[in-house]
């Protein structure tokens, strides 16, 4: 198996390169990483600090709904954050497929998927703001609808804290500006472990990866890819 890595401006990923077993190519623009990808010369590619919009604008050419999910460690417990791209998940249909998505992914992992469905207030803030009362109506919404394909969920409102506490695998962010806030704060401040983002709806192996990740990021990101690749 041949994992294919981008190698930008940020040169941790080197340093992971060299700590892996595995062959890798070391890539260095973003359309020679999709094509190899399309042309199946390697098994699977990682963003490494390649350019995300670059690469995201040539996978959408060929699969238009594609959508990113961070696969974190948080104290013991590891989770799907989505969405992460900042014009992914701005409705209650996209937030859907990206349920049904990554459920998918979850039980192809052996995994029973858990839902967390967040929104931006608690019940009782209900009247306070128009914007937050609309994001727990959608919540309501999203909840119902996942319901209905018999996957377990839950509305969480804004309490990320008891999703993480209560074991969810799926967490959903009311929209990718907020997911990618809450992946920042956790993965860059408060230290949480990435595995870089599965990206969902395509057939291909691809891992989004943030430019801002350290070497070990990296690294993880290297070994999930090739470990996908390994069960394909």
């Known amino acids: 198996m041949v994992v294919a890595v981008g190698v930008g401006k940020n040169k941790k990923v080197l340093e992971a390169i060299a700590d892996v077993d595995f062959d890798i190519v070391k890539v260095e623009s973003e359309d020679k990483l999709i094509e190899m990808l399309f042309n199946g010369e390697v098994d699977a590619a990682i963003r490494g600090s390649l350019s995300a919009s ?121 929209d990718g500006i907020i997911g990618n806030t809450i992946f920042r704060t956790l993965v860059l401040v408060a230290g949480a472990k990435s595995y870089g983002a599965i990206t969902l709806g395509i057939k291909e192996i691809y891992i989004d990866t943030s430019r801002s990740q350290d070497d070990n990021g990296y690294k993880r990101a290297l070994i999930l890819a090739n470990r996908l690749s390994n069960h394909k």
């Open 54 to 174: 670059l690469i995201m604008s040539e996978l959408k050419k060929i699969y238009p709904e594609v959508y990113r999910a961070s696969y974190i460690e948080f104290r013991g417990k590891k989770f799907l954050l989505a969405p992460v791209g900042i014009d992914e998940g701005e409705t209650v249909s996209q937030k859907l497929q990206i349920a049904i998505l990554g459920s998918k992914f979850l039980e192809a992992e052996g995994i029973k998927p858990t839902i967390a469905v967040l929104s931006s207030g608690r019940p009782y803030d209900k009247g306070r703001n128009r914007k937050v009362d609309d994001s727990m109506d959608a919540g309501e919404e999203l909840t119902s609808l996942i319901r209905e394909r018999f996957i377990d969920v839950k509305h969480y409102y804004a309490l990320i804290e008891d999703a993480i506490s209560d074991g969810a695998n799926l967490i959903i962010a009311p």
